[in-house]
């Protein structure tokens, strides 16, 4: 994958790579045909000044300067044809070494939560949703669909995203900077966490599926960036102040695959 320089505006975190803003995307694949091989790939529109491929689970992504014409873009593609093959072949291999068993929202299937699982649990007496030891009781009675145990389950993660999040922020104290200004859920699919240059972090509610540990090496991450908006050699000294010992967490959450998250 290409790495692109952060935009000052904001920073995200998904393997260390940021993602810039204000990007048009072409929703519409296209396609190349070149030679016997037919190449499908999304036209994102960027402030940059030159043609990038990117490889995730959407496929073949290419960025490029607004003035540059499609007729280029297409040769670019050419050109690179063998690194692309290459890439993507090595992302299929390790989304299959990295992908999370699936969840099928029934009662007695088995819910990651903070590093470990919770055993879901229909219960027509709850009056709420909540947690008895290792189980997930849900406020639903026995047999409730798929999709209203995955709606209650979503639901229920979230609020402890919030509770979570907001109990380890705190714990970093007086050495949070002076420039932040706050912090709020994400659903983002795309990134674990991101800071604005107002001074506000986004953490995605995602999260909550991790153990503690990870979930501090983010809220660090993002806080280092309050002052730091780069990943320079200065940023990675501001992590380790904020949490010695970021690099087991940081190295566990770079092997994660998102799209194989339950939600």
Known sequence: MIRRRPAPEQLALLLDIPVAPQQREDVRPRQLRIEHEVFTFRLRRARRRSIGFQID???LTVSAPRWVPLRE??????E???WIVTKQREWHEWCSRRRLPVLRFVDGDRLPYLGSHLVLRTDTDAVATHRQERELRLAL???AGEPRVRDAVQAWLQAEARRVFAERI?????RISSRYSGWSLSSARSQWGSCTHDGRLRLSWRLIH???PIVDY???HELAHLDEMNHSARFWRSVAQLLPGFEAARDEIR????TSLPL
């Not at 092997?255 to 998102?258: P, T």
């Open 57 to 59: 689970d959407r496929g």
């Open 255 to 258: 092997g994660v695959d998102m």
């Open 141 to 143: 009675p026995r047999g």
């Open 218 to 220: 983010v809220v660090a």
């Open 210 to 212: 991790f153990s503690l």
């Open 80 to 82: 690179k044809r063998r």
């Open 73 to 78: 873009i297409e040769a670019a593609i050419v």
């Open 170 to 174: 705190a714990r970093f104290g007086d």
